[in-house]
């Protein structure tokens, strides 16, 4: 199955973006927020809603010009590259999918060879694809218009074109939020294979529990500042995520795999 870059394309420095501050309607949503997500490394990026953390994710996807900072992958500056060499350094799932598409699901995640198409890599584009579908559960459905399927379904479309997509980061805006248990925990699977396979991951994730038990370090942010990045284990404790949620938390570990489970604190 493949789950993440090519040798040939894998970025040797992974994301870098450094002191980025966008401002909207007059008011700072993210301000001088540096993150670094390095090969071989998944980041997830946490916080309340509201806090900054999808506006920054576009910002280094190169979808958004922040008004300082700058942000590079692979060394490359993003805001200098054109749309087809952007799509081959970086994938981005976004939130939402439209749902007025025309397009089937094969299609749909055939899309994601694009940026290569007329290149060597072009030649396993078929292969690529088929373990695409496989791996995100869609072989059922592949002739299915896109717009006909469930929002969990479309999320899942939508990983599989980004994992077909073979860039060396990939960037996922709450990828999770629409699916089940089931389909939740396999495509972290799929994420976590691609970081074993060379891939830069930045994720943004509400579900602390799955960040908690994903990530290798987290990035943590409250009303546009970044409050503190690092191991997830360091980041993750009940005190600072109380301070960042304004609301107690308690932290509990797995009694056979040890990984923390995170729940608030109720009366």
């Known amino acids: 199955m493949v789950t993440a870059a090519d040798s040939t394309t894998a970025a040797t420095t992974g994301v870098v973006a450094a002191d980025i501050t966008v401002t909207l309607g007059g008011r700072e949503v993210v301000r001088d927020v540096s993150v670094r997500v390095a090969p071989g490394t998944l980041l997830a990026l946490v916080g309340p809603n509201g806090c900054g953390k999808s506006t920054l994710l576009s910002v280094i996807a190169g979808l958004r010009r922040p008004d300082r900072g700058t942000v590079l992958i692979d060394d490359r500056p993003v805001a200098a590259a054109s749309s087809r060499d952007l799509a081959r350094l970086r994938s981005f799932v976004t939130q939402h999918n439209r749902t007025d598409t025309p397009f089937t699901v094969a299609e749909v995640v055939e899309m994601g060879r694009f940026p290569w198409l007329r290149t060597p890599a072009a030649v396993r584009s078929p292969e690529i694809i088929d373990d695409a579908i496989l791996a995100c559960d869609l072989a059922d459905i592949v002739d299915r218009p896109f717009s006909q399927l469930s929002g969990g379904q479309q999320a899942r479309v939508s990983i599989a074109r980004a994992i077909a997509q073979q860039a060396p980061v990939m960037l996922l805006d709450e990828p999770t939020a629409a699916l089940d248990i089931h389909h939740q925990e396999s495509v972290l699977d799929i994420l976590r294979g691609a970081r074993d396979g060379g891939s830069a991951v930045l994720l943004v994730v509400h579900d602390l529990s799955l960040a908690a038990a994903y990530a290798d370090r987290v990035a943590l942010m409250k009303d ?44």
């Open 224 to 267: 546009g500042h970044l409050l503190a990045e690092g191991p997830t284990r360091e980041v993750m404790t009940a005190d600072l995520l109380s301070d960042t949620y304004d609301h107690p938390v308690e932290i509990l570990d797995h009694p056979e795999s040890g990984q923390p489970i995170i729940v608030p604190r109720r009366t």
